[in-house]
């Protein structure tokens, strides 16, 4: 049986393509958020540890003071984080709908290429059925069916050659043969 051979094949190829070039750029826009994510957190986590420390026993005015600025900046940088990665986001989701875009694509000529493949494989099982039937019906046509037509086409090429040998042979005896 010859194998299916997807004539859009490169197209499936450069949608395939695409789809993974749009899904790394999804990547690295998720990678983006998350890394915003983890410094929001770290900055959470280093403005408690502030918050706890800079109260604690012994301190002086000058430390309080210093503590309080810092928190400040805390929560600057973190507004400044915050927004930051409310644009990455957007960025982010329009990444994941160039991607459904690019992945919807590529879906559409696999199946099609799915669907093609299933059309030719059951037409070509009909069509090996049909033969193997009329294998059955005709046995004569079977499997001695090449080797009986390698007979009768080199029988003609033996016969025609003999015969104008075997011609000028018989023409003596016919010539005999009328005249008595």
């Known amino acids: 049986m010859k194998r299916f051979a997807f004539r ?32 929001i957190e ?4 280093s403005r ?18 210093a503590a309080e600025f810092y928190l400040r ?36 000529v696999g199946k099609l290429k799915e669907r093609r493949e299933a059309e030719y494989y059951r037409l070509a099982l009909r069509e090996e059925s049909k033969v ?7 046995p004569s046509r079977g499997r001695d069916a090449p080797t009986r037509g390698a007979a009768l086409t080199a029988a003609p090429a033996t016969a025609l050659t003999a015969a104008p040998a075997a011609g000028l042979a018989a023409a003596p005896a016919a010539a005999q043969l009328r005249e008595s």
Request: net charge negative.
């Open 132 to 138: 193997l039937d009329d294998m059955a019906r005709h």
């Open 42 to 45: 770290e900055n959470l986590a």
């Open 73 to 108: 900046r805390l929560d600057i940088e973190r507004q400044r984080l915050s927004a930051e990665l409310l644009i990455s986001e957007v960025e982010r989701e329009k990444a994941r709908l160039v991607w459904v875009d690019k992945h919807r694509d590529k879906e559409s």
């Open 8 to 39: 859009l094949e490169r197209l499936l190829e450069l949608r395939a393509w695409n789809e993974k070039k749009a899904e790394l750029a999804l990547a690295e826009k998720a990678g983006a958020c998350a890394i915003l994510e983890a410094k």
């Open 48 to 65: 408690a540890r502030s918050s706890r420390d800079a109260y604690a026993p012994g301190r002086e005015i000058a430390d309080f003071r």
